[in-house]
């Protein structure tokens, strides 16, 4: 049992309702969210359409700021509109749907004066409105608007979309459209792609930079954000639809050979039960070299097994392995072969990467796998080809190396020390001293060091090399 001082809901209750309220005017004082936050529940004690004014003024006071918002603000504007958020598909949906949908457009429409005057480099802001785009459809499928009107809200919003706050709003509404909603809001961007963006005097054009062609003027710019925003919707629209062709039809001729679009394009024929087709659109790109994506190369695996072209499917997944090094093939690969057959396939799989030119990516293959042994091996077989500079790989791999391969982890160390001393990175010498304060603990762990030197030797080298570099020596020495 917890003790009577642990804060918990049960133990403040016997506090009584009068204390507790004195102690919220004590904690609320100075406390501009807090003292938001009890109005929303004292109006919410007067029902729903009092929740939605005390948000809806709390909007209204965003809205109207202008101070900019620094890194340091976001945090707390984040918590402030994830609370209006919350109450809106919460407190107010629970009551009035209809109403909890009309101020959520509201909270959306704030999107474009926050980003303008905000920081928001970590995409802390960003993820609260990707979230209430999700709402929106949750609550326009409880409230039922009129299709039509749901529509056209979603053009207008789609409209402004400057920051990719909308970027889902179809995928999000689409449930609530229906097919007459959808047909539609398809209307309303055909419309919209016919209507001439700009049509005043060439002398007044504003030019607001240059490109290799020359100038680049605003209207060309607003008119190719006008045909993005149109083509992207009409590509969601034509997914909501199930409609391939639609989706097809918004691809250039030279986007269709380009391998992520070849994929997309495929994948929406298998869909449609359509995998000859699907075959001849994976195939249509122009490969550079090992130019691919896995997705690509993945989708094609996919419309190979459709067709029932299994051993080709499988062909193709060793060589995208080969290529790439890419684990999820292989692990694909062997998983459709037949007991034991998959051991000797996977022995066949390590002997190849120990060879691959990269030794990196071979390095990254196998502390992924995870085969530690391997990549001891491959370490230890080519520890001249390291370079200390992919600290990235380097550094975790000579965390997961330590304990029962400690010598393969002392000379991924001595890659990242080499590097930072050699080329007088002094930026990673903290990082270097405490690599070779590190592979001090691992030696007493190695009884042979073969041809590598000892502890002693390498340092004594270091020092000899590198002895006036007195930042990494100090940072070794505190």
């Not at 293959?365 to 370079?387: G, Y």
Request: proline share 3%; charged share 25%; hydrophobic share 45%.
């Amino acid at each position: 049992m917890a003790p009577k001082t642990t804060l918990n809901a049960k133990n403040l209750e016997t506090l009584g309702a009068e204390r507790l309220a004195e102690l919220l005017m004590e904690v609320s004082t100075g406390s501009a969210a807090t003292k938001r936050r009890l109005r929303i529940e004292l109006a919410g004690k007067q029902g729903s359409s009092e929740v939605a004014r005390e948000v809806t003024k709390r909007l209204s006071s965003i809205e109207r700021s202008r101070s900019m918002i620094n890194w340091r603000r976001v945090k707390a504007l984040k918590s402030d509109l994830e609370t209006q958020r919350l109450v809106i598909v919460d407190t107010i949906a629970s009551g009035d749907p209809d109403e909890a949908l009309e101020v959520l457009w509201r909270f959306m429409g704030l999107a474009r004066s926050i980003f303008e005057r905000c920081d928001d480099s970590n995409g802390m802001i960003a993820d609260v409105f990707r979230q209430a785009c999700i709402d929106l459809g949750a609550l326009a499928s409880a409230a039922k608007p009129d299709p039509l009107l749901l529509a056209k809200q979603a053009f207008s919003s789609l409209q402004s979309n400057d920051y990719g706050q909308y970027d889902h709003l179809i995928e999000s509404l689409s449930p609530a459209l229906g097919g007459e909603g959808l047909y539609r809001l398809k209307s309303l961007f055909d419309d919209w792609a016919k209507t001439p963006i700009n049509e005043s005097h060439h002398a007044e054009r504003v030019v607001i930079g240059w490109g290799s062609n020359g100038p680049v003027y605003e209207d060309d710019l607003s008119l190719r954000q006008r045909d993005m925003t149109i083509r992207m919707a009409l590509e969601q629209i034509a997914d909501a639809q199930g409609d391939a062709d639609a989706f097809i039809a918004q691809q250039s001729q030279q986007a269709r050979s380009a391998p992520m679009i070849a994929a997309e394009i495929a994948q929406r024929l298998l869909r449609a039960g359509r995998a000859d087709e699907a075959w001849d659109a994976i195939n249509r790109v122009e490969i550079k070299g090992n130019q691919t994506t896995f997705k690509w190369e993945n989708v094609r695996i996919d419309v190979l097994e459709t067709l029932g072209r299994q051993e080709e499917a499988q062909a193709f997944r060793w060589q995208c392995f080969e290529q790439s090094l890419n684990e999820r093939h292989l692990r694909a690969f062997l998983k459709r072969l037949p007991d034991f057959d998959d051991i000797e396939a996977e022995e066949s799989a390590f002997d190849f990467v120990a060879r691959f030119p990269n030794v990196h990516q071979a390095l990254a293959f196998l502390v992924s796998w995870p085969a530690f042994d391997k990549a001891a091996k491959l370490v230890a077989a080519r520890a001249f080809e390291l370079d200390g500079d992919y600290y990235e790989l380097l550094a975790p791999a000579a965390e997961q190396l330590q304990e029962k391969h400690p010598l393969a982890a002392i000379i991924v160390l001595r890659a990242m020390i080499d590097v930072a001393l050699d080329r007088g990175k002094s930026s990673r010498y903290r990082h270097a001293a405490r690599h070779l304060i590190e592979c001090q603990r691992l030696s007493a762990m190695v009884s042979d060091f073969g041809a590598l030197a000892s502890h002693a030797d390498y340092t004594a080298s270091l020092k000899g090399k590198h002895g006036k570099k007195v930042g990494f020596w100090a940072a070794v020495d505190r």
